[in-house]
């Protein structure tokens, strides 16, 4: 009886074994078959080229030449070493400051008369916000404007 038990033991093993095995050959097959089919169907170019940030960078830049905004306005100051605040038509706005704009304006007097270019920057989930983002600064009055 031992023996009968141990011979039926050892066939269901193998039998499980081989069952495993022609499932995972089939799961294989068929997963190859799956990419083989996408590749040859699919002929366009993938949709990620970089990182999200420079990704976001290029669409910013490429948005921000379309609507680029040129305006007079009076220098206030520095808020933080990113912001800068303004004044147009007598209304205070802070500015996020592009890279290298920081060394322009630490210097300036407050009150000096400045040509701006900036853009404005919205967000779908928060359609009050505005952020302004200044790209480029000019004083108009060159002997007025630093310390």
């Known amino acids: 009886m031992k023996k009968r038990n141990r011979q039926t033991t050892a066939t269901l093993s193998v039998t499980i074994l081989l069952l495993t095995a ?23 170019e993938p949709i990620v080229r970089g990182t999200i940030v420079e990704t976001q ?9 379309e609507n680029i905004i040129e305006e007079t306005a009076i220098y206030t100051g ?3 070493p990113h912001t800068a605040e303004f004044k147009i ?12 704009l920081m060394e322009k304006l630490e210097h300036l007097r407050s009150g000096t008369q400045m040509e701006l270019k900036y853009t404005v920057k919205t967000f779908d989930n928060l359609p009050d916000v505005r952020q302004l983002i200044l790209h480029e600064v000019e004083m108009t009055d060159k002997r007025k404007g630093t310390k």
Do not use: N, R
Request: hydrophobic share 45%.
């Open 57 to 65: 960078a290029v669409t910013q830049k490429e948005q921000a030449e």
């Open 89 to 100: 038509d007598g209304e205070a706005a802070a500015f996020q400051l592009e890279e290298g």
């Open 78 to 80: 520095l808020a933080d």
């Open 22 to 44: 022609a499932i995972t050959s089939a799961e294989q097959t068929a997963a190859a078959e799956a990419a083989a089919s996408l590749e040859a169907t699919s002929t366009a």
